[in-house]
């Protein structure tokens, strides 16, 4: 049994979301094939959450490559998405610091159903835990339509320009 919807998938309204593609493009680092969030719907600052989505169309760059004549989302391009809806927040709201923010891990992800070229992939996520300047713990989740397709927990990291390892 999948857990409940994080924020309610009812009145959702597309046509008018909080933050567009350009004002993500603002506040996230990644460009062309990499960005993957369309819009962002919705913002919870008193439950430091929010519900976005990414519009997933017939020319993504794992089409031809990914289970060829059955092209599926990979699981992996549906983290992503849910890691740059997290990301997005946390650098938006200033909860890490850093430059960027990185994966620190991932747990408790479950795929439930498949995800296809011409859906919606409505993405939630949730902060649950803060250590400043360290880690930021979020729960998230995918919907297709009112069907769960995926969900777990990540951890976010603070990344700054000048980590480089020489």
């Not at 506040?27 to 094939?33: K, L």
């Not at 699981?75 to 998405?81: P, W």
């Not at 729960?139 to 927990?153: N, S, Y």
Request: aromatic share 12%; with cysteine; charged share 25%.
């Amino acid at each position: 049994m999948p857990p409940p919807p994080l924020y309610s998938l009812e009145n959702l309204d597309f046509d008018n979301p909080q933050f567009d593609l350009e004002a993500i493009r603002r506040v996230n680092p990644q460009r062309h094939e990499m960005e993957q969030l369309t819009a962002v719907l919705r913002v919870d600052l008193e439950t430091r959450g929010l519900v976005g989505y990414k519009d997933i169309s017939q020319t993504e760059f794992w089409i031809t490559g990914h289970m060829p004549g059955f092209p599926l989302m990979p699981g992996v391009v549906m983290c992503e998405c849910a890691a740059q809806l997290a990301g997005f927040f946390a650098r938006k709201y200033d909860i890490l610091g850093g430059d960027y923010l990185g994966f620190g891990g991932m747990s408790d992800v479950k795929f439930r159903f498949p995800v296809f070229p011409g859906e919606r992939l409505v993405l939630m996520a949730q902060v649950t835990k803060v250590r400043p300047n360290r880690r930021a713990e979020f729960a998230f989740q995918g919907f297709v339509k009112d069907r769960m397709v995926f969900c777990g927990t990540m951890v976010g990291v603070p990344i700054s320009r000048d980590q480089k390892i020489d």
